[in-house]
């Protein structure tokens, strides 16, 4: 009798089993080609970087158009099917870039040349009169240590560009950043007054980008700006040419007190594991130049845009898909330190993060930091993915503000082609006609899929991966 209870319940379980696998749950392949469909067709993403960037328009941390952004994105969120949204605060540094910013080349025969510049993010400003010095050339760090005696007084320039040669260009960016972000402390060190460095740009034109400079305590504070690829080709040539050239520089950049902006947070909550969150996440600020229209206009976007066709599509997730917009990714990663000091005590698992943070172009792949066990399940995957144009999934960092998360065993970067970002990034040409519509969307379709595929399937953890441990 007991027997064959079992067996009528197993039976019985494994009709509704069936049932469930036949008629309520399509295929991946299927969910696959709906998002693609859907958002190439839609173009949600698409319309919202277009209101984003024509209402809002650059939203540089501890500006009022960084708020104004994140009450836009919670709107948007509340409307568009997730169930919890959230503003959480986080004091966020505030520079201001003025209205100055000058370089006049004295080629030292009377000849004077203004040269296009943009001041560094966290830059000082000069005196109103400017900084005049003579300049020293410098084509990396080991010729500013072999020559550091001639560095006292003098402007200095470091003339390193991008190495063309490197295929990925986000390498040729970190080899080249360096200057950006170091070039004033180490300058400083040996007494410059100023610093000058070449745009870290893959384009040629006279449009200067700007980007995140630092200081350090121990050392004195000098004005740093960025030469436009052209300008810095005219100064070598007046380099080259003239052997007194003098430079006067003029910033009116400052550094104010830190301020409050915010972190937008938006949820679907899990149906089965409402426990296990899945981020999906881009940051909300941008510089102040251009519109912030790749940079990470493309990834907000698209972060929005997987939970919104979660809902549109009638999805109802297993696990939490939660979208996370950043603020103060640019300078100061202060949304990304407060979101995992939340996730630390939250109390929930961070099962899977990705981020969205190299532009809006055509699909690649994605990067991940997770195990290489985890790595050869997701890649499994890749026929789905497919449908959206993404062609691997290999090992590499998630992005600067998903790596913060504690304890998240899955954490990944979508990759689009690479090509053109450094282009636009950090510059006026960052603008919402950068943006190719169907690139866009692609993107959305395939952080789409791949956040379904995390959310459905119970990928096989190492062992030691406590679930739910959050220190
Ligand atoms: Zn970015």
Redo the contacts with the bound molecule.
Sequence with gaps: MERLTSVILLLFGFTLFAFGQNSQKPSPQTIANQMVQTALAERQAYRWLEDLCTTIGPRLSGSKAAVQAAHWAADILTANGADTVWLQPVMVPHWVRGSVEELTVHAGNGHSEPLSITALGGTIGTPPEGITAPVIRLKNFDELKARRQEVAGKIVFFDFPMDAKKVNTFRAYGEAVQYRVFGAIRAARYGARAVLIRSVTTRYDDVPHTGVMIYADSVRKIPAAALSWQAADTFNRLLDQHPNVTVTLRLSAQILADTLNYNVIGEIRGTERPDEIIVVG??LD?WDVGC?AH??GA?IVQAMEVLSLFHRLQIRPKRTIRCVLFIN??NGSRGARTYADFAKTEGRMHYAAMES??GGFTPRGFTTSADSAILAQMQAWLPYLRTARIEWIRKGGSG?DVSRIPNCPIKMGYFPDDQRYFDF?HSNNDVFSGVHPRELELGSAAMGIMTYLLSETDIQMPTGTNRYSTH
């Design positions: 881009g940051h941008s912030g940079d990470d990834g990714e640019e943070d190299r600067a990034h």
